[in-house]
């Protein structure tokens, strides 16, 4: 946990947010900014600061992170017409919090573009 972390904030229920889903291991919640009628956030409940910082023990971890996405996809009705996973991770991958989280982000087409 970190003190001044937005997201260990609404882990600690700090900061309100709408979970969509919470287990011993991860939380995920709406984007307060959403780029799509789909954008959820799927966040480790430990902090950590991005891919840099996983480890062999947090593999299961991050896919566990994965199959949540595909499950919540399904529940949102996106799962079908398709869907996009990003990780920013670091300045030039315009990460905005230090804290490890994955994008759902679908409901309409996003094209090919990367940036
Ligand atoms: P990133 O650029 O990958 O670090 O993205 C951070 C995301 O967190 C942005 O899309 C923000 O809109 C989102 N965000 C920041 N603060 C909150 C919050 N309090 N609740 C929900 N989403 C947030
Ligand atoms: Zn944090």
Same mark, same amino acid.
């Given at each position: 946990m970190a003190d001044d972390c937005i997201f260990c904030k609404i882990i600690r229920k700090e900061v309100p947010s709408?979970?969509?889903y919470e287990d011993h291991d991860l939380v995920a919640f709406?984007?307060?900014?959403?780029?799509?009628?789909?954008?959820?956030l799927i966040v480790p409940k430990e902090h950590m600061l991005n891919l840099n910082d996983v480890g062999k023990n947090d %593999?299961?971890? @991050?896919g566990k992170m994965l199959r949540l996405s595909a499950r919540i996809a399904n529940e949102k009705g996106v799962a079908e017409s398709?869907?996009?996973?990003?990780?920013?991770n670091g300045n030039d991958g315009g990460?905005? %919090?230090?804290? @490890?989280?994955?994008?759902?982000?679908g409901g309409k087409p996003l094209g090919h573009k990367l940036g």
């Open positions: 709408q979970p969509i709406p984007d307060i900014h959403p780029a799509a009628p789909v954008h959820v %593999v299961a971890l @991050l398709g869907y996009r996973i990003v990780i920013n990460q905005l %919090v230090p804290h @490890l989280h994955l994008h759902l982000i």
